[in-house]
Every structure is written in structure tokens, then in C-alpha cells.
């Protein structure tokens, strides 16, 4: 299975990806948006830029042949919307089976898309310390410029900025130690599923 990790280069610098899915699961994903109701190349190629967080938007010159391909295998089906032209595209029930026969790849897929979601909010959390930092540099930089700050302003200043980072040390480590602690329980629950395993093969 394909880690989503795997991107992080592109992603974590607010990149876009090239090819986020391989073509299997882009077929798989596609079948998906069906599902769900997107009915046109377009609006495929919408949803899957929104789904991504903005990393991946297919061009048409993706899309559109991943269509054919499916419409060839039966897996969906394609009309013409009156007075407009426009392809429409429906699920097969054939396309449903496959779906479902599927889903070990379409969770490859959800893996990726919740991926990028978390990168995207972690992005936006990470941009707006950095925005509050910016401001608070920028003010008092510009205070000391200026000269506005007495001894005793500027102390306070100082003893403010100390407890900030004191405070944001506390929350660090008491969020290491809670990832920790994560970890050390999965380890023991992996150590007592190996067990039960090797018990069962030997028939104890």
C-alpha cells in the first residue's frame, strides 16, 4: 500500500503534487465521486481538488480518459444532458460490484485525502503562529525604534516573553509525553497479538 507520507515534500510546502494517485486508485476514487454524485468531468475534477486540500487538481487530459477506460469496462455508463452537450456520467451497477470489490483500495485513497486535510490544517495553524509572531516582532521592533520603552517597560516585556516560552515548553512536553504513552500501549497490544498468533498456530 502506498504511504501518504510519501508526499510530504510537495505538501508540507503547500505545493501541488503531479500524480497524487496512481491509476488504479484514481479509477477506484472516480467510482467513488459517482457514488456520491458528481456527475460531470468537471465537477470530478472539483471535488477531487477540494478533497485534496488544493495539492492535486487533475487536468481534463487525466480525467477524461480514466472515463473512457471506465465506460469501456462497463463500470459507467455516459449521456448527453439535453440542450447543453454536456457528458453525463452514472455508476454501473457492474461499476458498484467492482467498487466494493474495491475497498482495500479505496481506503488507500481516504488515507491519502485525510492526509492531506491534516497537512492543510497543520499548514494553517503553523501560518498563523507565524503571522502572531510577525506582528509581535514588528511592534516591538518598532517600539524600540522609537525608544518608547523604559527599563522597566522593556523588563516586563522580557519577563512576558520568558513565561511565553516557559508556558509553550510545558504544553510541548505534555504533548510528547502523551504521544508516549500512545505509543507504548500499541507496543504492548502488538507484543500480545503476536502472542495469541503464535499460540494459535501451535495449537495451544
Known amino acids: 500500500m502506498d504511504n501518504p507520507k510519501n ?32 456527475n460531470y468531468g468537471y465537477e470530478l475534477i472539483k471535488k477531487i481538488s477540494e478533497e485534496t486540500a488544493g495539492f492535486y487538481c487533475p487536468s481534463p487530459g487525466v480525467i477524461y480518459p480514466t ?55 497543520g499548514n494553517q495553524f503553523a501560518n498563523e503562529i507565524e503571522l502572531a509572531v510577525d506582528k509581535f516582532k514588528s511592534l516591538l521592533r518598532h517600539k524600540i525604534v522609537l525608544q518608547q520603552l523604559s527599563k522597566q517597560e522593556s523588563a516586563q516585556v522580557v519577563d512576558i516573553i520568558n513565561q511565553a516560552v516557559k508556558r509553550i515548553e510545558q504544553v510541548n512536553e505534555a504533548l510528547l ?11 504492548v497490544v502488538s507484543e500480545n497479538n503476536a ?8 495449537g495451544k
Open 7 to 38: 508526499l510530504d515534500t510537495c505538501l508540507c510546502e503547500g505545493k501541488s503534487v503531479r500524480r497524487m494517485f496512481n491509476p488504479k486508485q484514481l479509477r477506484i476514487y472516480i467510482l467513488h465521486l459517482l457514488v456520491d454524485g458528481a
Open 177 to 187: 509525553v502523551s504521544e508516549n504513552k500512545v505509543v507504548s500501549e500499541n507496543n
Open 195 to 202: 502472542v495469541l498468533e503464535k499460540n494459535a498456530v501451535e
Open 67 to 121: 472515463l473512457t477506460l471506465l465506460e469501456e469496462l462497463n463500470f459507467i455508463s455516459t449521456s448527453k444532458e439535453t440542450g447543453k452537450g454536456r457528458k453525463c456520467f452514472a455508476i454501473t451497477p457492474e461499476g458498484r460490484c467492482f467498487l466494493l470489490l474495491k475497498a482495500d483500495i479505496l481506503a488507500e485513497v481516504k488515507m491519502k485525502l485525510n492526509y492531506a486535510q491534516e497537512l492543510k490544517a
